[in-house]
């Protein structure tokens, strides 16, 4: 049990754990934020250099119930903990509090992190006192965030782990130190960063090993292109190695994945046992994710029996699967929000679910896609590639906005050429044509080139009668 009794921090703890100096009365603080605007009563204030200096909004905070800061220089409001530099004081607390978590997993990858985290998270929930990252809290500001608020006491934890440029994973993962961490998949995202392309990306999503505690497992996607270079990456960490994927030599191995309208059913082999068992998703690239989390939980002392009654519950994330029903005067259609984040393996993945959904007597296939961000000089090969998924899981029409998307409509045979706009807003402003009665359509696009606004219009074109919709989880500034 999470110990209540104790504080979460108190000024002298945070003192002690940063070398800071107090300076005012000791209090007690109950959650910690660099927003302002977020401030409940009792949380730590910390003023963070970024856009805008975070002293400017220290009086706000402490006006809004912060009973302490930490902060750089002196600020006027309340007690503050003065340390050289903001950033590593959080930094310094997150390790302080890091042993207050028994057992803790970490997840990196280029798709997936945040709903496999999230899944590992409900696993966690029901096998004791757990801890995650909220929302996408996976950079270098969200990870030691993360580890600091966690609560004395917790059983387990995990924590999201991603990266905009080299270098980053591997320390992050030190703050970390994690008894088991996984990479989802490798693929062209934050690619223009990496002079060597994928396989670039792929190094750096294996230093999450680095931070290992010895004898730690590390759990890998055999079934991804580049599993031999992370595996190799984990080898030289002395990490416990665990695989999952579809072919014969995987520690967890797919056997079968079936969508229906309540979910999936999954088939599958754990070391040499064969298992059936429900999923709530029922996107197709949920078959191995699903097998990257059993393998998480087990390492993290969790039961078989607890990791499948987690996953047969785990409803999709906002942006990231959720289905609706749209009734329309003359019938209905699904909409399936994929509108949080897109790349080109996560396109294909939403591509091949699309294409497995049974359509009424008359429905469509429908897809609306807008641009994939941060692909440097290979976006419009990428951005052009999309065709043959497209093709192979049998789309029916395809809706498109933005200049890179352009490409690809322009590509496209006039049998699935559908509208094309230069923003999104313009297409969104003309959701009424881009669907009708028992049509399934998906929406898929990078945060940045929102594809929100899309599927936001659609789910207002009728009253919305929602499935699979549990409250949502959106990010402040999400990495990859």
């Given at each position: 049990m999470p110990d209540i009794q104790t504080p979460l921090w108190t000024a002298e703890a945070i003192a002690s754990a940063?070398?800071?100096?107090?300076?005012?009365?000791?209090?007690?603080?109950?959650?910690?934020?660099?927003?302002s605007r977020e401030i409940a009563p009792g949380d730590l204030f910390l003023a963070l250099h970024g856009a805008r200096d975070g002293h400017e909004f220290a009086a706000a905070a402490f006006a809004a119930g912060a009973t302490v800061a930490l902060v750089d220089r002196p600020v006027e409001g309340g007690p503050y903990v003065l340390v050289p530099d903001t950033l590593k004081g959080l930094e310094a607390m997150g390790v302080a509090a890091r042993d207050r978590a028994r057992l803790r997993g970490a997840v990196t990858g280029s798709v997936g992190k945040t709903s496999v985290t999230q899944a590992i998270k409900a696993g966690l929930d029901?096998?004791?006192?757990?801890?995650?990252?909220?929302?996408?809290?996976?950079?270098?500001?969200?990870?030691?965030?993360?580890?600091?608020?966690?609560?004395?006491?917790?059983?387990?934890?995990?924590?999201?782990?991603?990266?905009?440029?080299?270098?980053?994973?591997?320390?992050?993962?030190?703050?970390?130190?994690?008894?088991?961490?996984?990479?989802?998949?490798?693929?062209?995202?934050?690619i223009e960063a990496f002079a060597d392309g994928e396989a670039g990306v792929a190094r750096e999503k294996a230093t999450i090993f680095e931070g290992l505690v010895p004898?730690?497992?590390?759990?890998?996607?055999?079934?991804?292109?580049?599993?031999?270079?992370?595996?190799?990456?984990?080898?030289?960490?002395?990490?416990?190695?665990?695989?999952?994927?579809?072919?014969a030599?995987?520690?967890a191995r797919l056997l079968g994945f079936k969508a229906d309208a309540e979910g999936a059913r999954v088939t599958a082999e754990i070391d040499g046992h064969r298992l059936d068992y429900r999923l709530a998703q029922s996107g197709v690239h949920w078959g191995l994710n699903s097998l990257c989390v059993i393998l998480m939980l087990r390492a993290l002392d969790v039961s078989l029996d607890t990791a499948l009654e987690a996953l047969a519950g785990f409803q999709p994330l906002a942006g990231r699967g959720q289905l609706k029903t749209v009734v329309l005067p003359g019938g209905a259609f699904t909409l399936i929000d994929e509108s949080y984040n897109a790349n080109p393996l996560s396109m294909k993945a939403g591509f091949l679910s699309l294409g497995a959904r049974p359509v009424p007597e008359g429905g469509r296939r429908i897809v609306v896609l807008t641009d994939m961000l941060e692909l440097g000089e290979h976006s419009r090969a990428l951005h052009e590639g999309l065709i043959q998924p497209i093709a192979a899981a049998g789309l029916d029409v395809v809706h498109a906005a933005g200049m890179e998307m352009r490409r690809l409509h322009d590509a496209l045979p006039p049998s699935r050429r559908g509208l094309w706009r230069a923003t999104a807003a313009e297409l969104a402003a003309e959701a009424n044509k881009l669907v009708g009665p028992g049509d399934i359509v998906m929406v898929k696009g990078s945060n940045g080139s929102k594809a929100s606004l899309v599927a936001a219009a659609l789910a207002n074109l009728g009253s919305a009668d929602q499935g699979n919709n549990p409250s949502g989880s959106g990010a402040p500034r999400a990495t990859r």
């Open positions: 940063t070398g800071g100096t107090l300076h005012g009365p000791d209090a007690s603080v109950s959650g910690l934020t660099y927003n029901l096998a004791g006192t757990a801890h995650a990252s909220i929302k996408s809290y996976n950079n270098h500001i969200g990870v030691p965030l993360t580890l600091a608020r966690m609560p004395h006491g917790t059983d387990r934890a995990v924590f999201e782990i991603g990266m905009n440029a080299p270098g980053e994973i591997g320390p992050l993962s030190k703050f970390v130190r994690p008894h088991a961490a996984c990479v989802t998949t490798v693929g062209p995202v934050h004898g730690g497992v590390a759990v890998i996607n055999a079934a991804d292109a580049h599993a031999d270079l992370v595996r190799q990456a984990a080898v030289a960490a002395g990490a416990v190695v665990q695989t999952f994927g579809s072919g030599g995987a520690d």
